[in-house]
């Protein structure tokens, strides 16, 4: 028997579970169910070049392992790049693409199939011997294992805003961002959100002369970096976190000792005091933490992805309440340090500043109405009036929520799934749709796996998952028994766009 995938996502997660598996000689087709094209996702699919990661080269690729793939691709084409660079969005989406058209032409070389269907899964519902994948148009595909690389797909709007969905000034998320590049250069612009994206959208208004202001509960920015890379050698241990069943403020100080120490080893003589700014205005720390960037001060930064792999690992095995305790302990850090902006975005930020485009409110708005064509925002201090308002509060995965007895739902809207409702997700990333059940061979990688993973939105966490269910496939057979699509499957409904439409091989 050889398998037959379904991968749900075609963004740089389904890219990177595509690279590692296609070449798997038990691998004979892989679908990639995603209406947007393969390669392209929202989180590196906008082509605007003002848009950068906030994560390195070193750890911007589709392996995890080994010297960067991104860095070896941007290079041959003639960029001017090293392991540290910041890169623009787009030219990860454009890595991504042909990263995807390159494993395609490679399977088909060897009999294997690999196609795109430009439809969304709404459903993966288990038959016994293997799935069947329901999609939006009402088609489905058959497949004897499941890959869901949903990402990061929908808004999160504050509920400031929920009356006024759907109204013109009103930018449900800053993506993409040609919408905002799209409104008048003197519009005044409220951006709700202090974090990344909200910092994409500031960027590219104030860039065109539009007076920007945002806002978040905390008014904080992110710290500033000059580089997110992997570590020579390892220089943290935070296997204090190897124990669930601590009080996360009982950890306290085992964790700050670990810090401690590591970062000894990173700056010797240079205590973390000196290298952050103190609380306070965000935009006097924001300049600081830029100047102490610009300076070489930023020693904390090589710690970093260290922090994200240990603290993915050491947590795997805890149960979700537990994890979530820590991450809301750690809320502070994580936001400031873990994602925290390339130094050129903080220069232009404060350039902005300087130039009096941008400002950063204390809190967030308390009301937002209609007042004529404009908006009236009310702050605990006073009323201001903006053209337009953007939402930069987040995004969010699909919904997963168990239909007993033999299928998982993937929602966008909704509401939340209850405990109950919520599929079970094991340590290797697989689901089980009710305690009593078996795993079944529905793997969740990168976002997708929130529920057993602390940081799961950085591609390295996304490809190591990747090459995780690889592994797993290689020292396994494939599955024994897979049943005939059924009626319904064998319709002419069965939907395959795609490049290789038709292309025969594989099969199963
Ligand atoms: C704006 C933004 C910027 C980011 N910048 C960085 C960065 O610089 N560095 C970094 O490491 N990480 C970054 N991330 C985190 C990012 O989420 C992870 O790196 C992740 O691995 C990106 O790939 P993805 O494929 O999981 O997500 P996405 O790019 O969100 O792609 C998911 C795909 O799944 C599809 N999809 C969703 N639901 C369905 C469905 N039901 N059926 C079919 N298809 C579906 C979507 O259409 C989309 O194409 C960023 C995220 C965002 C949102």
Redesign the pocket.
């Known amino acids: 028997m050889r398998r037959t995938v379904v991968v749900?996502?075609?963004?740089?997660?389904?890219?990177?579970a595509l690279l590692h598996i296609a070449p798997l000689p038990q691998v004979a087709r892989v679908d990639v169910?995603?209406?947007?094209p393969?390669g392209?996702?929202?989180?590196?699919?906008?082509p605007d070049p003002a848009?950068?990661?906030?994560?390195s080269l070193d750890?911007?690729s589709l392996r995890p392992d080994g010297p960067s793939d991104l860095l070896t691709y941007l290079g041959v084409r003639g960029w001017p790049v090293a392991n540290g660079t910041?890169v623009p969005?787009f030219l990860?989406g454009q890595y991504?693409r042909e990263r995807y058209l390159w494993a395609r032409d490679r399977a088909a070389e060897r009999g294997a199939t690999v196609a795109h269907v430009r439809?969304?899964?709404?459903a993966v519902r288990s038959t016994g011997g293997g799935y069947r994948v329901e999609?939006?148009s009402g088609a489905s595909l058959v497949a004897s294992d499941v890959l869901v690389?949903?990402?990061?797909?929908t808004p999160r709007p504050p509920d400031l805003v929920r009356p006024h969905l759907g109204h013109e000034a009103l930018s449900e998320s800053?993506?993409p961002v040609a919408r905002l590049r799209g409104l008048p250069a003197d519009a005044r612009v409220l951006v709700l959100g202090t974090g990344?994206?909200a910092i994409?959208a500031a960027l590219v208004l104030c860039s065109g002369g539009r007076r920007v202001t945002m806002a978040s509960p905390s008014g904080r920015l992110p710290a500033v970096r000059t580089r997110l890379t992997r570590p020579e050698r390892s220089r943290l241990d935070l296997s204090c976190l190897g124990t669930p069943g601590v009080a996360p403020t009982d950890r306290d100080p085992a964790v700050l000792r670990s810090l401690v120490s590591a970062l000894a080893k990173v700056a010797p003589g240079l205590p973390l005091r000196h290298q952050v700014a103190a609380g306070g205005d965000p935009v006097a720390r924001l300049r600081e933490e830029t100047e102490l960037a610009e300076r070489g001060l930023t020693a904390w930064q090589d710690l970093v992805s260290e922090v994200i792999d240990q603290v993915n690992e050491h947590t795997v095995d805890w149960p979700p309440h537990e994890r979530s305790a820590l991450l809301a302990r750690y809320r502070e850090a994580v936001f400031r340090y873990v994602s925290a902006i390339p130094l050129a975005n903080a220069r232009a930020l404060v350039g902005h500043c300087d130039d009096g485009l941008l400002s950063v409110a204390d809190g967030s708005p308390t009301r937002l109405d209609r007042a004529g064509d404009r908006w009236r925002v009310r702050w605990r201090s006073g009323a201001e009036d903006f053209d337009h308002v953007v939402c930069a509060t987040g995004?969010r995965?699909?919904r997963l929520r168990v239909d007993p007895p033999d299928t998982l739902r993937?929602e966008?809207g909704g509401a939340e799934p209850t405990d109950e409702e919520r599929p079970l997700v094991t340590e290797r990333l697989r689901v089980r749709l009710a305690a009593d059940r078996p795993e079944e061979r529905i793997w969740l990688?990168?976002?997708?796996s929130r529920p057993r993973t602390a940081i799961?939105?950085?591609?390295?966490?996304?490809?190591a998952h990747a090459r995780a269910v690889a592994d797993q496939w290689a020292a396994t057979p494939p599955p024994l028994t897979q049943e005939e699509p059924d009626d319904r499957s064998r319709q002419p409904r069965l939907v395959r766009t795609g490049p290789l439409v038709g292309v025969p091989g594989g099969g199963g």
């Open positions: 749900i996502g075609g963004g740089a997660t389904g890219v990177s169910v995603d209406p947007r393969p392209l996702g929202p989180a590196f699919g906008d848009l950068l990661c906030n994560t750890v911007t910041f969005r990860v991504c439809d969304r899964a709404e999609l939006a690389c949903a990402g990061l797909s800053p993506y990344l994206s994409d995004l995965e699909p993937l966008s990688l990168g976002s997708t799961p939105n950085y591609l390295r966490e996304a490809a």
